[in-house]
């Protein structure tokens, strides 16, 4: 196959020949028909053809092609650019991940890999970047994970031992991941000072600085305010843990309150209408059945009319809101109307308990009543809303409001941390009664259970299925319930205690504005952000957990006051500085009791206690961008932004941009500077799995990252790709939406890496690995021919369009033209058509040097273009290419910055001119693949072209004409001439193949009538002969242009090496 790969690839079936040629190459010519040459001149011409020699092996094996340029192209890279980048700062402000597990592929891979080519790309241009890996360590998952470990449930295993065990792992997991990213080739200094923790006693420090930034700013609160309350996670939640399903199935029921008609209060007109009636029913839907025993009220709206109705079948006299009677028949049947009142007559009414029936000797602890209320509407239910404080956030503020709530013990709580009925609930049930309820989880059999018993005390109108839309715990996916939390739930030692808040209505104006400066990738992200952060007006950031920062709250036993003020804070802080974070727990009070509430006589150890809150761990990441105010220094104003820019999953909009943002609005408010956290947010999707399910441990079709980098237990099913197979992948595919991976996609990824690994193989062969070049000058842009020139002005588009690619962060773009460029550009054209020349030319021919002169320009080009993506690789390259001993030392590939091409290589004549020829191109090369399916010749160089053109067709005569001698390289023929007749000879010609082509032709439409649409090109008809070759084949060249046999041809007998 020697020759194949020396001619004649313009075959498709022999291309595939081509690619391996190398390696197989044998040097003698000796499979080529027809030649009298001796064995010995055969390799005495063979051993005279200048064929590439490159260090760079066709194949690579990651771990011996990769691994050692690691070092180089991460870590001293990246401290090397920080010393010696003269260019702008640039910040990527790292999302930290959660310390658990192996990395996956969306969460991890795909977003390191996403930042880690916006930073290559910068550290190319010159910039200065600053890149801290980081590493979120508190919260549920690590402390149920530890408790898993210990063996026990929370509340058997002292905190301190939890907390230590805690830290441990993280630890651990932390040392893991960061072996894992760095098998990525993300670009990062990853030893400890230059990555963060959020367990790191400096960064605790900074959050707790800005927590009491926000008590200054009197944005921290604590009330006892219902909260969103996950018991599969047996913690409060916030906002953001939320996510809300739209098919949630609740047996909704319609129960009926019966009115206390003998009870003062009632107003008039009501009285007057119900005078002869003996009892009377307020009508209420409830979603939650559960919550019913915790009822404290009926709220009605004031301004609304009630009907006061028969129901038909029943006798039962019902009160509803006025706009719900028509849709209620649905529920009650037919029904009479007996008068209609305002809700104003029915405040004040006064019903009795819903389960007095069950609970006769239970006397209940409060008067039951009818409230007004703005937030009763008649769009759906009865107009009547059931009140139960302590599991709404709007029936709590009704309370509140009302100053019906004197202490938070004045709520009604029947459930318990584990989301079932407590024995509180004896309360208002009566102990037989309340035995049908007691450990029931409320959201299952509890339900059923409440919904029997209002059964049987009469009191349950209907049980309606609903699909609604519903809240469930973001990372269990569990659904949650609002309740009313008290730490005693959790740590039974303690006194009941409140949640505290961060106040986001007082701050939202000015987060919102600083959305307005930040750009957003893609475009549509900010309207998600934007829509979270104008949705929520308050911030739970009170957890009830044992792993994470202290909320450094004290508390006067005696009136359980807390002390939550800038004073007290600046001491706290300070004892925690010195003695660190974990002093708050194990500590005594007294150390953190500050100076000015020491009272005469008075033992602050007895006095007061340390909360046992922490705080949210949003807030804990979300703290991040205060480590970059040391990095920005005086800057940060001027700049309006901390980080340039910011890259994580769409997950993070309710999650960390949104804490990022909140956390430095309302510190950077206090301080009267207007800085934003981030001044770019990069949104990218999830890895589903090639059908578009999402991966996952039940379905198996998880695909690990460092499976695709180092193979799997089955290496021909898995094979080992190395990082940039898979970095590739990252930058192919659009990845700011959700993305598929699967086996199929990265072996197409695989092979255009390959593909870019040969075409660089060439050309480093045909410059000796930048050896061929060091003596011989560069040929100008004048003196090169089309094709070269051609070449070079792709180029220039190349280069530009990456460059105009990576920092609109659309990589594909820049994947796409590189390989574009690689395959049709190079591998099919300019490759194939200057071989003859590169391996037979004189070394120092003009033309050999031209094409020299072009390809080094391409391969800088084309490695400057592809590093940020495929890092390895093109250090590889440049590696090669400087000839080093030892790949990891000597300089990386981005120590050189990109240049941008100069503008003079742009060439549109030349674009112009070759597009005509390769259309012409393409018809000689379908008739030599016929000449050759019909074995009239084996390579291309066996065939002549002739081109029949009109003596008038001035414009195509003159471009063949400038074409000259450069249309049989074009075409891999051994001659092309150009005649106006049919050749004379043709007759005594073994075969002919023919075709035609219009050539600078215009569209003409001739006919429109009826859409009968006639388009015809019109242009000069040029006729494309392919003939045997007249003259005779040179030995050493193989091409078919000397007169006499066993004679080499004028270039092969000038070269004279021979
Ligand atoms: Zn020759």
């Not at 038909?312 to 109307?337: A, F, N, Q």
């Not at 990095?631 to 980080?643: I, L, M, N």
């Not at 070759?914 to 084996?938: D, F, P, Q, W, Y």
């Amino acid at each position: 196959m020697s020759d194949i790969w020396r001619h004649g690839c313009q075959f498709s079936s022999v291309l595939k020949a081509c690619r391996k040629g190398w390696r197989t190459f044998s040097s003698a010519p000796a499979s080529a028909s027809g030649s009298q040459s001796s064995t010995l001149d055969k390799k005495a011409y063979s051993k005279s053809l200048l064929l590439p020699k490159t260090k760079l092996s066709l194949w690579s094996d990651p771990s011996k092609s990769e691994e050692p340029f690691r070092n180089k192209s991460c870590t001293e890279l990246y401290r090397w650019q920080w010393e010696n980048a003269e260019g702008p700062l640039f910040i990527l402000h790292d999302g930290p991940p959660y310390a658990n597990g192996h990395l996956h592929m969306a969460g991890h891979a795909l977003n390191k890999i996403v930042k880690d080519v916006i930073i290559r790309y910068n550290v190319l241009i010159g910039n200065k970047v600053h890149y801290t890996p980081g590493w979120d360590c508190h919260g549920l998952p690590i402390e149920n994970k530890v408790l898993g470990q210990l063996g026990k449930d929370q509340r058997q295993v002292d905190s301190k031992t939890i907390r230590d065990a805690a830290k441990a792992f993280a630890e651990q997991e932390v040392q893991r991941q960061r072996g894992e990213f760095s098998q990525l080739g993300i670009m990062a200094d990853w030893s400890r000072d230059t990555t963060y923790r959020t367990m790191d006693h400096t960064y605790e420090m900074r959050q707790l600085q800005i927590f009491k930034s926000m008590v200054e700013a009197g944005l921290i609160y604590r009330h006892y305010r219902p909260v969103h309350y996950s018991p599969s996670s047996r913690s409060a939640l916030a906002e953001a843990e939320l996510s809300y399903k739209d098919d949630h199935v609740s047996h909704s029921v319609y129960v009926a309150f019966s009115l206390n008609l003998k009870a003062e209060g009632m107003r008039p007109m009501l009285r007057k209408l119900l005078h002869d009636k003996f009892e009377a029913h307020l009508l209420v839907w409830t979603t939650t059945p559960w919550t019913l025993t915790a009822n404290m009220g009926v709220a009605v709206h004031p301004e609304l009319k009630y009907s006061i109705i028969n129901q038909k079948k029943t006798g039962r006299i019902l009160i509803v809101g006025s706009e719900r009677v028509y849709d209620l028949t649905d529920i009650l049947g037919e029904v009479e109307e007996i008068g209609q009142v305002d809700g104003s007559e029915l405040v004040d009414c006064v019903y009795h308990p819903l389960f007095s029936q069950v609970a006769k000797d239970i006397s209940y602890p409060y008067t039951l009543k009818v409230l007004p209320s703005a937030h009763v509407t008649a769009d759906s239910g009865t107009g009547l809303v059931h009140c139960a404080p302590a599991h709404g956030a709007e029936d709590y503020l009704l309370f509140r409001n009302l100053g019906l709530l004197t202490t938070d013990k004045s709520m009604l709580c029947h459930v318990d941390a584990d989301g079932r009925f407590s024995g509180k609930v004896t309360e208002v049930l009566g102990e037989s009664a309340a035995k049908a309820l007691v450990g029931k989880e409320v959201l299952k059999d509890g339900g059923k259970a409440i919904s029997e018993m209002l059964g049987d005390t009469g009191v349950l109108v209907k049980v309606q299925k609903i699909r609604h839309r519903y809240p469930y715990d973001w990372k269990t996916d569990r659904p949650i319930i609002m309740l009313r939390v008290l730490s005693h739930f959790f740590r039974r030692d303690l006194l009941a205690t409140s949640q505290w808040f961060a106040d986001l209505d007082s701050i939202k104006e000015d987060a919102l504005k600083a959305l307005d400066e930040v750009s957003f990738f893609p475009v549509i992200s900010r309207r998600r952000l934007q829509s979270f952060v104008q949705t929520r007006s308050e911030w739970c950031i009170s957890r009830q957990r044992v792993w994470g920062v202290p909320i450094p709250a004290l508390y006067h036993i005696d009136t359980d006051t807390a002390v939550m003020d800038g004073a007290s804070l600046t001491h706290i802080l300070s004892v925690l500085d010195e003695k660190g974070t974990a002093h708050w727990w194990d500590g005594p009070v007294e150390d953190f009791v500050p100076p000015h509430l020491h009272k005469e006589g008075e033992d602050p150890a007895i006095t007061y206690r340390k909360g046992t809150d922490t705080m949210d761990v949003w807030f804990d990441s979300g703290s991040s961008w205060s480590m970059l105010r040391d990095v920005v220094g005086d800057e940060a104003e001027k700049r309006g932004y901390y980080a340039d820019v910011c890259v994580e999953g769409s997950d993070q909009h309710r999650g960390w941009f949104q804490s990022q943002l909140l956390t430095a609005v309302a510190a950077t408010k206090v301080e009267g500077k207007a800085v934003r956290p981030y001044n770019h947010l990069i949104t990218h999707g999830m890895v589903l799995d090639p059908v578009g399910k999402k991966m996952s441990k039940s379905v198996g079709n998880i695909i690990s990252p460092m499976t695709v980098i180092t193979g799997g237990k089955d290496k021909k099913k898995e094979p080992a790709y190395g990082a940039d197979v898979l970095r590739l992948w990252a930058a192919t595919v659009e990845y700011w939406n959700d993305v598929s991976l699967g086996s199929n996609v990265l072996a197409q990824c695989a092979e255009s890496l390959r593909k870019i690994r040969n075409s660089a193989r060439f050309i480093l062969g045909n410059l000796e690995d930048g050896r061929a070049l060091v003596e011989l000058p560069r040929v100008k842009q004048e003196e090169m021919n089309l094709a070269d020139r051609y070449v070079m002005h792709e180029l220039c588009k190349v280069d530009k369009l990456a460059r105009e690619a990576y920092p609109t962060y659309n990589f594909a773009k820049v994947v796409n033209v590189l390989s574009n460029f690689t395959n049709v550009t190079l591998s099919s054209l300019y490759f194939d058509i200057t071989k003859d020349c590169l391996y037979a030319d004189a070394r120092d021919s003009a033309e050999r040097r031209a094409i020299l002169t072009v390809l080094e320009q391409v391969l800088r080009t084309m490695v400057s273009v592809m590093a940020p993506v495929v890092p390895h690789l093109a250090e590889e390259i440049h590696y090669t290419l400087s000839r080093g001993d030892d790949p990891s030392s000597g300089s990386s590939v981005f120590t050189k910055k990109w240049e941008p091409m100069p503008s003079e290589w742009e060439d549109p004549s030349a674009e112009k001119d070759m597009n005509h020829l390769l259309r012409v191109r393409t018809v000689v090369l379908n008739l030599l693949e016929k000449a050759r399916s019909n074995k009239s010749i084996g390579s291309s160089l066996e065939a002549d072209v002739e081109l029949v053109l009109p003596e008038d067709a001035a414009e195509p005569l003159d471009l063949l004409r400038r074409g000259g001698d450069f249309l049989k390289t074009l075409f891999i023929v051994s001659d092309v001439s150009i005649i106006h007749e049919e050749p004379e000879d043709r007759a005594s010609l073994s075969w002919t193949h023919e075709d035609s082509i219009e050539l600078f032709g215009k569209l003409f439409c001739v006919h429109l009538k009826y859409l009968d649409i006639d388009l015809v090109i019109l242009g000069h008809n040029l006729r494309v002969l392919v003939r045997p070759a007249k003259l005779e084949k040179c030995p050493r060249c193989w091409t078919f242009t000397r007169r006499e046999k066993d004679k080499l041809c004028g270039r092969c007998s000038e070269v004279g090496e021979v």
